[in-house]
């Protein structure tokens, strides 16, 4: 059985993750997203990982758990053998490749599948995200269905 993970902070859910997801979960029977807990967040780990589930309820072999500490350990622990990773430009490509290298340093046995970002998609990252909503500007047309008003939620009450 083919699994893979999908791991990432996903701060928040952008709709390029969603497309390399979506993706993924017509080529592997089984797809985990790995929403990494991390303490340099605008959104908790919860709150991400729900906002993550929400959008992909409609994908029924896409799950979305949390996770804490190495990917690779993690992917062995969920059985999964492949890392998904989104690749946007040269730049993506060049951490990506390096951290690619060490995951198979580490586990071997768990290889690493580069997805190239739709093109509509190539310009949309969660940071550029979270700066515009920042601003106010409404994200709504580059996020899955809820995340623009989760977006103006919580930075309202950081105002």
Do not use: W
Not at 65 to 79: H, Q
Not at 111 to 120: D, N
Not at 127 to 141: K, M, N, Q, T, Y
């Amino acid at each position: 059985m083919s699994v893979a993970m999908y791991p990432g902070r996903f701060d928040p859910v952008t709709n390029g993750h969603l497309d390399i997801v979506t993706r993924a979960s017509r080529v592997f029977e089984r797809v985990i997203v790995g929403v990494a807990e991390s303490r340099s967040t605008l959104f908790t780990t919860d709150e991400r990982s729900e906002l993550f589930c929400e959008a992909v309820k409609h994908l029924p072999n896409v799950s979305v758990i949390v996770l804490s500490g190495l990917t690779v350990e993690s992917a062995r622990k969920y059985g999964a053998n492949v890392l998904v990773r989104g690749l946007r430009a040269v730049t993506d490509f060049h951490a990506e490749f390096d951290m690619a290298l060490m995951n198979r340093k580490m586990a071997g046995d768990v290889e690493s599948v580069f997805m190239m970002t739709a093109v509509e998609h190539l310009f949309i990252s969660a940071s550029r995200i979270r700066e515009l909503a920042g601003f106010g500007r409404d994200v709504s047309d580059l996020v899955p269905p809820g995340v623009n008003d989760a977006l103006r939620r919580k930075l309202e009450g950081q105002r």
